[in-house]
């Protein structure tokens, strides 16, 4: 394949000159541990600026932004666009070998606002689809994903691909799409809506015994790193992502949209989005959906850290609009986060603004790269009853230090006047 010397530098460091062997073997591919993750020094001039690069599976991006799967990445136009502007990397919208089985339909967007039901003049914070996976040929994709590599070799480009439950067809799709030189694989097991019945998507995401077996097809087959890309409609999510990494995966994407329905309008009394008077639920997401998405990826990155190795990454999405909001996911332990929604409100140059506001953060704290605050907040999270204990323990503190000195033992020369005023009542 034309991918293969491409792919295998990934895991094992090898540098493009090294010669292969021809009885090399892909399957070992896992056997090699990735760079470790250091930020890179671009020049000089850029030495007082925080470092926002990444290297994630051996992927090098200038910056942790990535577009996610969906109509950002949908064509080569949009998804050049996209490098252009400086994404750190552009995952392209999930394909499949049929495309001619994928049938949209319009509208298929709807908006949540923080008015009242039907107002038009108020701030967006909720956008729901209906939409499919790309209803493009296959063909014709992977014409784009060889012809932007060509373009752009040091960019990163992910394919996000889906397929029904057949191991045959699953094996397919990956070596068609891998020729052309992508640098790596987001599974999407996650969307919430269309072609269930094909066991495609999230009848996937949902089934353990099934993603098992599904990612066991797909890691024995790819020779490029592999994301696995959750659902959040799951009672716990860290479920599906042990099980994706167990089998082989080397990262999680984590969330995909979550089932709703977005609305009723109050003069024809229908739902939202309205197709022929009719509707079905469908994906939301944007900045309402943010404080769950931050809920998941801290359960997976509690779940990776304990059980997993520092090998494998995660990708945080839901909600991001601002380099502050990326900061969460990033403390959260994601070692990128993924914007889609927010980039058809805002554009592809909002990447700029991202990353002045990520700096921005790190300047506050005095960080100068990516990792050196990548899942601090993780510590501060615990159980409810150990919350009750730390209160407890903090209350009896301030009480003992309010009563001032237990016994004359305690007495000190340096503190004596403090020690004094804390026994005065008046």
Known sequence: MASMSFALNRFSGLSSTTTLSAD???????????????????SSAAESEPDLSVTVNGLKMPNPFVIGSGPPGTNYTVMKRAFDEGWGAVIAKTVSLD????????????RLRTGSNGSAKTDVIGWQNIELISDRPLETMLREFERLKKEYPDRILIASIMEEY??????ELIDRVEQ????ALEINFSCPHGMPERRMGAAVGQDCALLDEVCGWINAKATVPVWAKMTPNITDITEPARVSL???CEGISAINTIMSVMGIDMKTLRPEPCVE?????GGYSYKAVRPIALAKVMNIAKMMKSEFSENHSLSGIGGVE???DAAEFILLGSNTVQVCTGVMMHGYGHVKTLCA???????QHNFSTIEEFRGHSLQYFTTHTDLVKRQKEAVEQRKAEKRGLKSDKDWTGDGFVKETESMVSN
Request: proline share 7%; hydrophobic share 30%.
């Open 24 to 42: 090399f073997d892909l399957s070992t591919r896992r056997s090699f541990l990735p760079p470790t993750r250091v930020g890179l020094k671009i």
């Open 99 to 110: 495309a001619d089985k994928v049938i949209n339909v319009t509208p298929r967007y709807a």
């Open 166 to 171: 057949n191991k045959t067809a699953w094996e």
């Open 180 to 183: 052309t030189g992508v640098d």
């Open 246 to 248: 167990k089998s082989g």
């Open 277 to 281: 008077g009719y509707s079905t639920p």
């Open 322 to 324: 601002t380099g502050y």
């Open 357 to 363: 506001e990520l700096q921005d953060f790190m300047k």
